[in-house]
Structures are given as C-alpha cells and as structure tokens.
C-alpha cells in the first residue's frame, strides 16, 4: 500500500486490490454486463497492485482473468504482484501452468522479482518498535 500511496502523491492513479476481490469484482462485473468497462479501467490505469496473490483459494479462470490483464497491460502500464507464495509454485497455484507462464513471461520482461525473505515484516516491524524484542 506504501508504494502506492508514494504513486498517488506523485499525481497518478492506482487501482490497489486483493487478489481474489479484484477477480471477485471481475465476476460480477460480467454478471452485471459490465465486464468490458472494468476490465479497461484495469488495463488503463497507470499502477495496478495486486496483493496477496495465493492467500486465499480462487476460482477455475483466475489464471486466464489475471493474463488477460496482464497481456492488455503489457508496456502499457505498471503491475505490482505480491504474493508469499515462489513464482515457480502460480501455475500450480493458479491451476493453469501455460496461463501462468505466459503472465510470468509478460510480467518479467520489463519487471523485477523482489524477494524479501521467509521472516515476516511485521513481525520485524513489531521486535523494533519494542526495541527489538520480538512480541509472542
């Protein structure tokens, strides 16, 4: 949410949800008949975060609904995955490996892969501001 925010005070738009409400939102976008538009407005939005990709279980066409995102964003716009689960375990993840690798390859073209470690940053966050007692 931080980098998003910094984005939003440097005057652009973000569009910040949780894997499965954005595919939830997508959902009842198409129940409503208005799947076209939402599905531009996230292709055309200068930084589209999605976070937590893999915490909660997703439907059967998570993987085509994220690669069609991802391929109508691709040089057009910024994407930001978070995600504790390795990149190597979305395809089984997601249930779709041939979905998943074409999302993979789009997003790495252009993108980095930042890993920050098995230790949780807000138990970090936590032990310093308790002078760097860890909270059980």
Do not use: F
Request: glycine share 8%; proline share 3%.
């Amino acid at each position: 949410q931080a980098i998003g925010k910094a984005v939003i005070d440097q005057g652009y738009r973000v569009i910040y949800r949780e894997a499965h409400i954005l595919l939830e939102e997508i959902a009842e976008a198409a129940l409503d008949g208005n799947r076209k538009e939402h599905m531009e407005l996230l292709a055309t939005v200068p930084l589209l975060i999605i976070d937590d990709l893999g915490m909660r279980k997703l439907g059967p066409t998570a993987a085509e609904e994220l690669l069609e995102i991802v391929m109508r964003r691709y040089g057009r716009a910024s994407t930001l995955v978070t995600s504790n689960r390795p990149v190597e375990d979305w395809g089984k993840l997601l249930g779709d490996i041939a979905a998943v690798t074409a999302m993979l390859d789009r997003l790495l073209h252009h993108g980095h892969i930042l890993k920050c470690g098995p230790r949780s940053w807000r138990t970090k966050l936590q032990a310093e501001q308790n002078g760097g007692k860890a909270m059980t």
